[in-house]
C-alpha cells in the first residue's frame, strides 16, 4: 500500500510491476477480491448480495469476490451486462468455477435486473475500472443508473463505474457508492472534491505487491 494516489497509467505500472517480479494476475486479483469481502463481512453484510458484473478485470475482481463469498455460505448472485463468451484473460478464468458452486447468473435486463436488486442487502459495482476513458456507452449507462435506483448498499470495486479516474469528473451516468474498496492507493481523482459525492467512504487495501518506484 502506497499513500502516494495513482494515475490510470500507475496502475497498468503496478500490474505490469507485479506480473514481472513474478505475481500472477489472478493472485493480484484473488487478494483484491480477499479485501472486498473482508470489508463487506466487517460491514455486517449477511446477503443476499447481487454483483454487477462487465468484462474486464473489474468484473474479474467481481466473479471472485462472489465466489469468496458463496463459499462463505453467502448468498450471492450476478447480473451481467455481457455475454460470457465476450470474457477474456484474467476475466475468463475467475469466471470458470462459478457454475460448480451453484452461484445464480443472470444476463443484465433493466425492468428484471432492477427487481432482483431491490432484494439484496447489498450491491457490488464491478462494471468499469480505472481504465475507463471517454463517455460510458450501452448497455452500462443502464446498468449504472439501475444500480442507483435500487435503493440498496453499494460497494464500489476501485473506484465508481462512470468516475473518471486520473480527474474525478463524471464519464456520464456514475455509480453513487456508500463505501468504495480500491487497491493500493487512492487514485488521483479522488482528490477532487466533487468525487466524494459518489465513492462515499473510501477503502484501501493492498493486494500483494509494491508500487513500482517513480
Known amino acids: 500500500m502506497t499513500n502516494d494516489a495513482l494515475s490510470r497509467q500507475a496502475v497498468r ?4 510491476n507485479a ?10 486479483m484473488e487478494n ?12 455486517g453484510a449477511v446477503g443476499p448480495v447481487a454483483i454487477v458484473c462487465g468484462k474486464g ?4 475482481d467481481g466473479f471472485v469476490i462472489a465466489r469468496l463469498l458463496a463459499v462463505r455460505g453467502i448468498d450471492v448472485w450476478l ?17 470458470a468455477p462459478l457454475a460448480s458452486l451453484g452461484i445464480e447468473r443472470q444476463p443484465f435486463d433493466e425492468e428484471k435486473t432492477t ?23 450501452s448497455p452500462y449507462d443502464r446498468a449504472i443508473d439501475t444500480i442507483n435506483d435500487s435503493g440498496r448498499r453499494v460497494l464500489s470495486v476501485d473506484l465508481p463505474s462512470g468516475l473518471d479516474a486520473d480527474t ?11 463505501r468504495t474498496v480500491t487497491f493500493v492507493a487512492r487514485k488521483m481523482g479522488f482528490a477532487n472534491p466533487r468525487s466524494a459525492a459518489f465513492t462515499g467512504q473510501v477503502h484501501v487495501v493492498p493486494i500483494g505487491a509494491r508500487p513500482p518506484s517513480p
Do not use: H, M, Q
Not at 19 to 24: D, K, M, Q, V, Y
Not at 33 to 39: H, I, K, P
Open 13 to 16: 505500472d503496478y500490474d505490469a
Open 19 to 28: 506480473i514481472a517480479f513474478g505475481i500472477p494476475g489472478p493472485v493480484l
Open 32 to 43: 483484491a477480491a480477499r479485501g472486498a469481502v473482508e470489508l463487506l463481512l466487517s460491514l
Open 57 to 60: 478485470n473489474n468484473a474479474g
Open 79 to 95: 447480473e451481467l451486462v455481457v455475454d460470457p463468451e465476450e470474457l477474456s484473460g484474467d476475466a475468463a478464468t475467475a469466471f
Open 115 to 137: 427487481r432482483r436488486l431491490r432484494g439484496a442487502e447489498w450491491v457490488v459495482d464491478a462494471l468499469l475500472g480505472t481504465g475507463t476513458k471517454g463517455s460510458v456507452r
Open 168 to 178: 474525478g469528473e463524471c464519464l456520464g451516468p456514475t455509480v453513487g457508492a456508500e
